[in-house]
């Protein structure tokens, strides 16, 4: 969960991320038009800070700025920012990091039933912790966990359920920058920025004041050279383990590290993301776009509330947002990256099952009115979300609206209109080109309805 919405754009050009100004060029690969109109994915944040479960992943060992926590607070209640950790009791979780009961099939078999269509595995956050055994760096499971490959493990039961397999993986990580960066959230990219400032705080390894050992000019293009391959070196190692993967989804920016055309060279259908400089889709994180994206998108957001990572005390949203929320993204013909996140046991809570079961019996009478749809005409037209199929529109009515939908400029009248859950036909009225209708109350359920709409 963000500071506010501020700070937001910070945490972007913090770690590279600005999100929707970042020009995309869609690749032609057959192998990755799946993407096109996948409609909904499985994002998947799981690292050491599920140990405790206390605050997010990696970025509870940034010390916040003063009176941003209480703002978080009063914005978003006793589900806000969580604690904060020193880095050093922030990375001694992976002593504690056990997976002992990691069985990714559970989640992706659930998740299959629930519409999901692929799924995206945080495989090393900004933490520096690297869920598969890598041969690079000091600081991953070939070290914790007597070299299990947490990866793999993945993999494999996203193939077996017919998900496409995706990874996710940041560029900034702070365990390899450990001794150069600040942990303080106004300054934690001065290293690479150059400066230092007299009136700014630097925070080290376990939040005491420090100066930053700035290095020369010619020292700096060494180490930032070597940490280029070093990514590079991890990067290739996930794109040559696994055998195919469909989805390769960076966080952060490094785009010196490795181009679009080596990872083609190692995947050649798999679809990247935008954060790198280059990619095949744009990311909007947690906020729907303020204008209709030109091809390819994607919203990241999570269903589990407190942050990306797996809090001890989980709430998730209900999921008549997650159909609401699905709904406006199908009508704008976008995809939908919805996060989970497992404990430190490699389990998703409860509250995950009963919401993803929730969705299925939401997905048994309505699935037909987001897979395989084209945009509709919203708000154009209509004041309600619209994905279309032939000459059918699908009007999405969520679990709070209770005004009447309108459509405009209507030139034929319809063959039929129905509740696509139950049915039941709609009484509409017509009057100076426009339909309209107003469901009764009790004819709406806690997850929203679909009004199945078809024209003569």
Partial sequence: MSLDDKEVGRQHEVIGNNVLDTAVCRTTHPDAQ??????????????????????????????PPPGAVQKCLEKHGPQGPGKVFTPADYWAQAERFTADRYDPDKWLAAARCSGFKYAVLTTKHHDGFALWPSAYGEFSTRNYLGGRDL??????????????????????????????MSFHYETIDHFRK????????????????VVLPFMPDDEYREWTAGFREFCKDQIEELLTRYGKIDLFWFDGSEPDAITKERIHELQPGIVVNDRMGFGDYITPEGVFPKKKPQGWWEECHVWNEGGWGYRS????????????ELARIRAWGGNFLLNMAPDSHG????????????????????????????LG?????????????????????????????VIRDVTRKPESVEILRTGKPVVFSSAESNLSFQLPLGDVSGLGEVIKLEWK
């Fill in 377 to 405: 005409s919203w708000p154009e037209r209509c004041n309600v979300p619209v994905t279309c199929r032939d000459n059918i529109w699908y009007l999405h009515v969520s679990w709070i609206w209770d005004g009447a939908v």
């Fill in 313 to 324: 005390h989980e709430i998730y949203k209900p999921t008549g947002w997650v159909t609401a």
């Fill in 151 to 180: 990866v793999g493990e993945y993999v494999t039961p996203c193939r077996s359920n017919g998900l496409k397999v995706g990874l996710y993986f940041s560029m900034p990580d702070w365990y390899w920058s450990r001794r150069l």
């Fill in 34 to 63: 799946w993407f096109g109109n996948a409609g909904l994915g499985l994002f998947l944040h799981w690292g050491i800070s599920s140990v405790r479960g206390e605050g997010d992943i990696s970025w509870s060992m940034i010390r």
């Fill in 347 to 374: 389990e998703l809570p409860p509250v995950a099952y009963r919401r993803l079961d929730e969705l299925a019996a939401w997905m048994r009478h309505s699935r037909e009115s987001i897979e395989n749809t084209t």
């Fill in 194 to 209: 150059r400066t230092c400032e007299t009136d700014k705080t630097y925070l080290g390894l376990r939040h005491e004041p």
